[in-house]
């Protein structure tokens, strides 16, 4: 939202904010509260990935340009990940932490399918305005304190986005 309402520094600092708060903070905060079991195959595989794409988007900005084509080139990795990720799902069904998953869930109580959709859509509409909600209002302060775009994106932006995950 922030992009299309042509404030581009925002959603660059909400991208790059987000992912730290996620890791940083998030992570922290959930690892403070209980130990997160984590499979010695996704640090072997996913964690060198997750450095390469990292390093792609830093090399896209070291001309402090993201163009057209540098967006282009991010979406192909992402949809690669995911279909490379989707793959091995199918291929490899070792994963004892999936399986605990899959039987924990299989046991919750579960909701008709037209409620599900009507949860869904209410949902998709409450993120779209709460989104705009939080541009504009980001840009407001940011504005009103002369503070730049780009700081108010990576901080309060970014905790924003990433606090309900």
């Not at 060198?48 to 794409?53: A, E, R, T």
């Not at 390093?55 to 540098?70: H, K, M, P, R, Y």
Request: proline share 4%; aromatic share 8%.
């Amino acid at each position: 939202m922030a992009a299309i309402d042509g404030n581009p520094s925002l959603a660059l600092g909400n991208a790059y904010g987000s992912n730290i708060t996620n890791i940083a903070l998030i992570l922290g905060l959930v690892a403070l509260i209980s130990p997160i079991k984590v499979n010695p195959q996704v640090l072997r595989k996913e964690l060198p990935i997750l450095l390469v794409i990292t390093l792609i988007a830093g090399w896209q900005l070291f001309d402090l340009n993201l163009s057209t084509v540098d967006a282009w080139c991010l979406i192909g990795i992402f949809l690669l990940f995911v279909f490379w990720t989707v793959w091995q799902g199918m291929h490899n069904s070792g994963d004892a932490l999936a399986v605990e998953v899959i039987t924990e869930l299989a046991s919750t109580p579960t909701m008709s399918l037209k409620a599900s959709i009507l949860w869904l859509a209410l949902g998709l509409l409450l993120l779209v305005f709460a989104s705009r909600l939080l541009v504009y209002g980001a840009v407001f302060i940011a504005h009103s304190l002369g503070i730049s775009d780009l700081i108010i994106g990576l901080t309060v932006v970014a905790i924003g986005t990433s606090l309900p995950e």
